[in-house]
């Protein structure tokens, strides 16, 4: 046996990938990746805009003309004819060799390329236009609590919407309402859906209830009080950097909603907000969005769609993985309130708080709701999205269904439209198919947590300690680097845990937490 160290012969035995085989495929990977560097652009213009840029309405003119500009070169660049021809090439090429990254390249590319390509440029416009128009129609119609004003609206959104994805799909065997789910969950059908949401449902419904009729409640005492806000934005940084949100390669600003976004993996970008009387939900949106980033952060470099988030299911795993499964865990609070006690000069103990901020409400608005609750939400509307579309359901009929889907999941009284079926800016952006990803994102975090405690047995004492870093890495190594190279949430999962998407971990995690909680 020789050995080889010449360069040349190294060079010979490794495999050749696709780009330095076929002038096509290079072709298309400097394109995409010229349109990759222009979304970031177009994501610094609309990140300023939402934290720093001034408010007047002249300023967001020429902002809006800035962005407009941008949209058009980004539209053009990627729905340029040549791109066609080179998949097509490529795809002859690759025949030639193995490169794995590359087909998951063409496929992802040639999915939106062709998708893309199927919808008439007049339904495209009618998309954009009818967006800020339904939305103004659902302020009035939430402002002045009528339902009647949103209808036609919403009608109008459905319709547009299931032209949209009938015009997508593959074939007409695909149902309707599952192509536009896999805009947001990719290769996740209602079928399956309704398995696992029917699963939850049984289990939470009674459990609500027990919770609910229990004597023993925990107290929320230690939420309320005048909390600096200079010192809530000093603590919740000081959390999140130490949960492992990178600073040499990101940034935390205010903004009147939470949210993280992303310019490459070397800058990303997350906003709280805080209230004076209230500490927890500035917390709370600070190590979600903390997770969102650590996912962002973590992806490939390659500025391609492999390395873009699988989904917004497994975006929302990451960040509840943080959120519940650290944040509001008990060792988490052993570590956390001495933290937080020297920096408001308070004494409470770790039960204090992790009895606080695990506290039960019931709530008719979704996102005022608490993890227990929350699901109940998504699958009310979920249910009703899917049964307007597959026709069962008429429009006019949402606000009833509504309600009583409200007392029969939650046995909550709806108050008013405004309060129950109008409270989601959702549909007006036509996003069906949208809501379900923040329970299935709920389910998988669940299910990572329980992977991550079989890998690391000591994973409480870690957290109580504060040492983050062994299940970053983890979750880096089962979820981050593997980017959209999976077809599905379940084959990632089956692929990486050993076992699809299953409910039984949230559920179980759900009900062991709150029979202790609330002794039932
Ligand atoms: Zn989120």
Redesign the pocket.
């Known amino acids: 046996m020789t050995t080889m160290n010449s360069s040349t012969e190294t060079a010979a035995t490794k495999p050749k990938t696709l780009e330095e085989y076929s002038e096509s495929y290079k072709n298309l990977v400097k394109q995409l990746s010229t349109v990759s560097q222009l979304e970031r652009a177009a994501a610094v213009l609309n990140y300023d805009e939402m934290v720093f840029m001034p408010g007047s309405p002249e300023t967001s003119q020429q902002r809006g003309l800035q962005k407009s500009a941008m949209a058009s070169v980004i539209h053009e660049k990627s729905t340029d004819l040549k791109i066609g021809d080179w998949i097509d090439q490529s795809e002859v090429d690759l025949k030639e060799l193995e490169d794995r990254d590359a087909s998951a390249v063409l496929r992802l590319t040639k999915k939106g390329f062709v998708k893309n390509s199927r919808v008439p440029a007049d339904l495209v416009a009618k998309e954009a236009e009818l967006q800020s128009r339904a939305y103004m129609g659902w302020v009035k119609a939430r402002t002045e609590d009528k339902y009647e004003i949103f209808e036609p609206f919403l009608q109008e959104c459905f319709e547009t919407s299931m032209q949209i994805a009938n015009a997508k799909r593959d074939s007409e065997d695909i149902a309707t309402y599952d192509e536009m789910l896999d805009q947001f969950e990719v290769g996740m059908a209602s079928t399956r859906i309704d398995e696992l949401f029917s699963e939850v449902r049984q289990a939470l419904v009674p459990l609500i209830e027990k919770v609910l009729a229990s004597e023993s409640k925990p107290s929320t005492d230690a939420l309320h009080g005048t909390f600096d806000l200079e010192k809530q934005k000093e603590l919740n940084e000081d959390i999140v950097k130490q949960l492992g949100f990178d600073t040499n390669h990101g940034r935390i600003d205010v903004s009147v909603h939470p949210f993280t976004t992303s310019f490459s993996p070397m800058d990303v970008r997350i906003t709280s907000r805080f209230r004076e009387d209230e500490w927890y939900q500035g917390l709370a949106g600070s190590v979600?969005e903390c997770g969102?980033a650590i996912y962002e952060q973590n992806l490939g470099n390659s500025g391609l769609k492999i390395d873009s988030a699988l989904s917004m299911g497994m975006h929302?795993s990451q960040?509840l993985f943080w959120e519940r499964h650290v944040g509001l865990s008990k060792p988490f609070w052993k570590w956390a309130t001495p933290q937080f006690n020297a920096k408001f000069d308070a004494e409470y103990t770790s039960e204090d708080m992790y009895g606080a901020v695990n506290a039960v409400s019931q709530s008719f608005i979704r996102v005022e709701a608490d993890e227990l609750n929350y699901p109940l939400h998504v699958v009310l509307r979920y249910g009703i999205e899917r049964d307007v579309i597959e026709g069962t359901l008429e429009v006019k009929e949402i606000p009833k269904r509504w309600n009583a889907d409200m007392k029969s999941l939650l046995n909550i009284d709806v108050p008013s439209d405004a309060k129950g079926c109008l409270q989601d800016v959702h549909w007006s952006g036509l996003a069906f198919g949208y809501f379900p990803t923040y329970l299935l994102g709920s389910m998988t975090a669940a299910q990572l947590a329980h992977y991550c405690h079989q890998e690391f047995p000591e994973m409480d004492e870690m957290i109580e300690k504060g040492e983050f870093k062994e299940i970053k890495a983890w979750l880096t190594e089962k979820v981050h680097k593997h980017g959209s190279r999976y077809n599905s949430l379940d084959e990632h999962l089956e692929d990486q845990l050993g076992e699809k998407l299953n409910p039984k971990y949230f559920i179980a995690y759900l009900t062991e937490k709150y029979s202790e909680l609330y002794k039932c």
């Open positions: 979600h969102h929302e960040s």
